[in-house]
């Protein structure tokens, strides 16, 4: 199966082809230079770069595929939320029309199950699994039981992860979006778990809350009075040695709060055979290493996708979309785009022309 994949959620255009297994062509155009001069994504300028963006990117991936016409794409696959709302309908827009024109079934993805689908890339997920999406709007944990499934168990009531990273590294300056650098920094300093306190485990559910730790970290910013840094070039030696140790303590304290969670998680599900890392967050130098010897030591497979793999792409989009077409499912073709905040619906038809 030949599949076309559009990604155009938030703040990257992205096509790929993916053919028999694997992305023949896989383009990324990231908008973030853009939106860096606001701290953060526009949607309006999103969505008009979006629509500036992708029909070229759709020449050039179908051209390096080697089917400049789009001759022998069978499938249109393309993000259906969640995502900024004007973003998300030029993606979908271009591939209802795509479809169209080629006559073949579009089908509309989850961008979350994308993300942790996109596990497959590193080797294959053995069901059942438990998947952790930590992505700029989300933190969710997954129950995966079988393919294409997904029960949720945990989600987060305010800000996501990514989010509280971005937010902390406004407070000190640092460049848009922040969590990388976040990252890189902790790498240069030593945590003090007694900073800040775990966000939200005086329970016993699997749902999270940064907002508190956001505000925590602004407080001692305050009491600190850190020098302001001067970001117009990032520079890890021109950053003071306070700055690199509280980035340590801020990513030691998500990332052992996401492993708190996680742990909950597996108490529930005993059965689970695979820990799925996903989403931009599992970008994050730390959070994979701490999960991956937390799942060495649980007997558990780790999978997460190429770090390059876990931000947004089309490729992860045409990967998910293959498989439920391969279970015979496609969307109608008057599906809706879905905002942020709201579910997306498993409302797949059957595709009736569909042949094992
Ligand atoms: O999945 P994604 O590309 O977009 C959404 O669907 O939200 O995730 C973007 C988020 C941003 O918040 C970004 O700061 C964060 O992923 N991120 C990281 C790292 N790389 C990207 N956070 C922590 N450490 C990183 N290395
Ligand atoms: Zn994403």
Redesign the pocket.
């Known amino acids: 199966m030949i599949c076309l994949g559009i990604e155009t959620?938030?703040d990257e255009t992205s096509v790929a082809v993916w053919q028999d297994g694997r992305f023949v062509s896989d383009l990324v155009h990231s908008q973030i230079p853009m939106h860096s001069v606001f701290g953060g994504v526009v949607p309006e300028l999103a969505s008009r770069e979006h629509l500036r963006l992708l029909d070229g990117l759709v020449c050039s991936a179908l051209e390096t595929a080697g089917r400049p016409s789009g001759q022998g794409i069978d499938l249109v696959a393309v993000t259906r939320g969640p995502?900024l709302l004007g973003a998300l309908l030029v993606g979908i827009a271009y591939a209802k029309s795509f479809a169209l024109a080629l006559g073949v079934p579009v089908i509309g993805v989850n961008?979350?199950h994308a993300?942790l689908l996109a596990c497959d890339f590193t080797a294959p997920i053995e069901y059942p699994a438990l998947g952790v999406l930590v992505?700029?709007?989300?933190t969710h944990i997954y129950d995966m039981p079988r393919a294409c499934e997904f029960g949720l168990l945990g989600r987060t009531l305010d800000d996501a992860a990514g989010e509280a990273f971005d937010k902390i590294a406004k407070l000190l300056n640092l460049p848009y979006p922040g969590g990388k650098y976040i990252d890189i920094l902790a790498r240069h300093g030593t945590s003090d778990p007694r900073l800040f306190s775990k966000p939200y485990l005086h329970n016993d559910n699997c749902d999270f809350s940064f907002s508190g730790l956001k505000t925590a970290v602004a407080q001692y910013v305050q009491k600190k009075s850190f020098a302001a840094i001067d970001y117009s070039e990032f520079d890890v030696d021109a950053i003071g040695q306070e700055i690199k140790d509280l980035c340590a303590s801020v990513n030691d304290t998500i990332v052992e709060t996401l492993l708190e969670k996680t742990r909950r998680a597996l108490r529930l599900r005993p059965e689970v055979r695979t820990l799925c890392l996903a989403?931009?967050v599992a970008a994050n130098s730390h959070l994979r290493r701490k999960f991956s010897a937390f799942a060495d030591d649980s007997g558990l497979k780790f999978l997460a996708p190429a770090q390059n793999y876990c931000?947004?792409n089309a490729a992860m989009i045409s990967h998910a979309g293959v498989k439920w077409a391969q279970k015979g499912f496609m969307s109608p073709m008057d599906f809706e785009a879905v905002p942020r905040g709201r579910n997306v619906p498993d409302d797949f038809i059957v595709n009736p022309l569909f042949k094992e």
Do not use: A
């Open positions: 959620s938030c995502g961008h979350l993300h992505s700029g709007g989300h989403g931009g931000g947004d």
